[in-house]
């Protein structure tokens, strides 16, 4: 079955099938074929209970944390803050794009988030300032993948869900990842703007402009302090932390910076619901298939197909590799965690690989995926944001692409980059 479902699964995609119901008609095809009928019925009752999950609810929580705080203006601040710091180098504002989507990432988790609201404000002032407007998406779409790696991480917390690991580790692992993405996305940018000769900003900020653009950052800024800081201490939990989140952003709204409205409050619930919706969906459909194949045994199956090529872990690692960034050109970070999860983290636990660490490997190399070619989710967000023909983003962005490849192969081979700080705090061995 597993053979099967995989073909019949793009099938369905390429006929324009979305992938909600790709997942679930893939394999109850299959299954009806196969004469199990029982299963059919489990693999459907499974999507319920693959949602029916406290530790989700923390996804919804932190959708709507994000959509108060871009609806609330504090985008707009992390962007003037970013331009203060940056603005007056060479491809200045395509470095702002970069610091303001590890800025975003502390507060929404969300690469679709990111490219959507940054995307929204930078990539026009992008082209108004020289840049071409392919570019202006391609480094939106490429910067918005630090969104899930730095936390808080919707993807982490449905692999901590699937997998029994602590988020709080996962979480402090992403750290070094996403600012590594970060700052070989600028020196890209560096390289691309002495060679094409890039523009340049009118002028640089004074330190009293940048004390002041600091000032209006601050208390965005703080929210990943508050969320981190609060599992961390043992204060509330990740999905606690994601209702916390969303009552600091619903205050620093209405009462500190006066910029949300009542009237607003329908459309920000109504969005929100929405992107959740999205998700959880996903999420409860990519469950019940887990549910289904682990009792075909194609887990234990693969398991002895993939151990049969070789017993060197670090050639495993890179064929591993290889083919996570293959399913993430076709599928989403979420199902693609919850399906593949399950079946070679034990592999590699098995041959010394800790957990943690192969947690943020399967993470990254998932949301590069997102920015991938023909299906990355934030290509087409970018696209429709831009108004410019996916294709020309997809070939604009194979720099940036090459980069944040370099940093997965590092954090694969080097466990150190994303396992000190976990390992520093006590929440990995």
């Known amino acids: 079955m597993l ?13 324009g099938l979305p992938v909600f119901f790709a997942l679930l008609a893939a394999p109850g095809i299959l299954l009806w074929l196969n004469g199990q009928t029982a299963d059919i019925t489990l693999l459907y009752r499974n999507v ?30 992390l962007v003037e803050f970013s331009q203060a710091l940056m603005g007056h180098f060479r491809g200045g504002l395509a470095h702002v794009n970069v610091l ?43 910067s918005s993948v630090i969104g899930p790696i730095i936390p808080p991480s919707g993807i982490m917390i449905i692999y901590a869900y699937v997998m029994g690991e602590s988020v709080a580790a996962l979480f402090l692992a992403g750290i070094v990842p996403g600012v590594m993405v970060g700052v070989g996305l600028m020196l890209m940018i560096k390289v691309m703007a002495d060679k094409y000769d890039f523009p340049v900003a009118s002028r640089k900020y004074t330190w009293g402009e940048r004390r002041q653009a600091s000032l209006k950052a601050f208390f965005p800024l703080l929210t990943p302090v508050i969320i981190l800081g609060g599992i ?12 916390v989140a969303v009552g600091y952003a619903f205050l620093i709204g209405f009462f500190v910076l006066r910029t949300l409205t009542i009237k607003e409050v329908p459309e920000i619930l109504s969005n929100a619901g929405l992107t959740s919706a999205v998700v959880l969906l996903l999420v409860g459909a990519a469950m019940a ?23 060197n872990p670090l050639i495993l690692l890179f064929l591993i590799n290889l083919l996570l960034f293959i399913v993430g050109m076709f599928l989403d970070a979420g199902p693609a965690i919850i399906i593949l999860g399950p079946i070679l983290a034990p592999i590699f636990t098995s041959l010394g690989v800790d957990p943690i660490h192969f947690a943020i490997i399967m993470s990254v190399n998932l949301t590069v995926g997102l920015a991938t070619p023909p299906m990355g989710l934030v290509l087409f967000v970018a696209a ?9 983003i997809a070939k604009a962005i194979l720099p940036f692409l090459a980069v944040e490849i370099i940093v997965i192969f590092l954090i694969t081979y080097v466990p150190a980059l994303s396992m000190t700080i976990p390992r520093i705090t006590g929440f990995a061995n």
Not at 3 to 15: A, E, S
Not at 113 to 137: N, V
């Open 100 to 142: 303001s989507s590890i800025l975003f990432a502390g507060l929404s988790g969300s690469a679709v988030a990111d490219t959507s609201a940054l995307g929204s404000m930078l990539i026009p002032a992008m082209e108004k300032q020289g840049y071409t407007r392919r570019f202006a998406a391609a480094i939106t779409a490429a």
């Open 384 to 392: 429709a944001v831009s108004r410019e023909k996916v294709e020309t």
């Open 289 to 311: 298939f887990k549910t289904v194949v682990s009792l075909s045994h194609a887990p234990e199956q693969l398991a002895q197909l993939i151990l049969s090529l070789s017993e």
């Open 232 to 243: 961390l201490g043992g204060i509330f939990t990740p999905t606690e932390a994601a209702a």
């Open 3 to 15: 053979i099967w479902f995989l073909p019949t699964f793009l099938v369905f995609l390429l006929i």
């Open 48 to 77: 319920y209970n693959g949602m029916d999950s406290f530790p989700l609810m923390a996804i919804p929580f932190f959708m709507l944390a994000g959509e108060l705080m871009n609806r609330g203006g504090i985008t707009l601040r």
